[in-house]
T-cell receptor
């Protein structure tokens, strides 16, 4: 079975540019999560969706960040405009069922903002 | 608020040694879930195990074993006869039943197994 698929794997862009990260969750999973991993702050939950509906976006750092889930098999995380401090690894994860269910992670997108 | 502490930042062992990774958690909920994830050098996060707060049975899976003790709020992970392929960062995480899906991760322990 296919796992969580993220694209691109690496992204290097200049500050001020728009960045779009993509995620395809595991088929049948009804929860989707976006995380950010940095050396300073570790793994942080940014936002999660249940049945394509955003439930909690309290972890989204600023208005420059937005996330959408137009259907059950696709989600995007957008940063506009990007800044060097946004450089991090961004993970998407999905789970079947909510609390207590293991989240399965994609390989991550390593984002570098110059 | 829930909290996970992995006091060991880095551990280095020689192949075939046993190693225990510590995880201490804080929660006010009586129903909660504990997890371990592995992040190898390639960067992906791999789910290893989940435990709920009502199940204190220890678990063994091959060379891996987990010791859950509510009395000390700990969920430690032991690798027996470590191998070079075990080298990775290991994360412990906690999710409270009453806190939706806010899974809090510890800072991680970087394990290096030398040949």
């Amino acid at each position: 079975d296919a796992g969580v698929i993220q694209s691109p794997r690496h992204e290097v862009t200049e500050m001020g540019q728009e960045v779009t990260l993509r995620c395809k969750p595991i088929s049948g999973h009804d929860y989707l999560f976006w995380y950010r991993q940095t050396m300073m702050r570790g793994l942080e939950l940014l936002i999660y969706f249940n049945n394509n509906v955003p439930i909690d976006d309290s972890g989204m750092p600023e208005d420059r960040f937005s996330a959408k889930m137009p259907n059950a098999s696709f989600s995007t995380l957008k940063i506009q405009p990007s800044e060097p401090r946004d450089s991090a690894v961004y993970f998407c994860a999905s789970s079947f069922g909510g609390n207590g269910q293991p989240q399965h992670f994609g390989d991550g997108t390593r984002l570098s903002i110059l | 608020a829930q909290k996970v502490t992995q006091a060991q930042t880095e551990i280095s062992v020689v192949e075939k040694e046993d190693v225990t990774l510590d995880c201490v958690y804080e929660t006010r909920d009586t129903t909660y879930y504990l997890f371990w994830y592995k992040q190898p050098p390639s960067g992906e996060l791999v789910f290893l195990i989940r435990r709920n707060s009502f199940d204190e049975q220890n678990e063994i899976s091959g060379r891996y074993s987990w010791n859950f003790q509510k009395s000390t709020s700990s969920f430690n992970f032991t690798i027996t006869a470590s191998q070079v392929v075990d080298s990775a960062v290991y994360f412990c995480a906690l999710s409270e039943a009453g806190n939706n899906n806010d899974m809090r991760f510890g800072a991680g322990t970087r394990l290096t197994v030398k040949p």
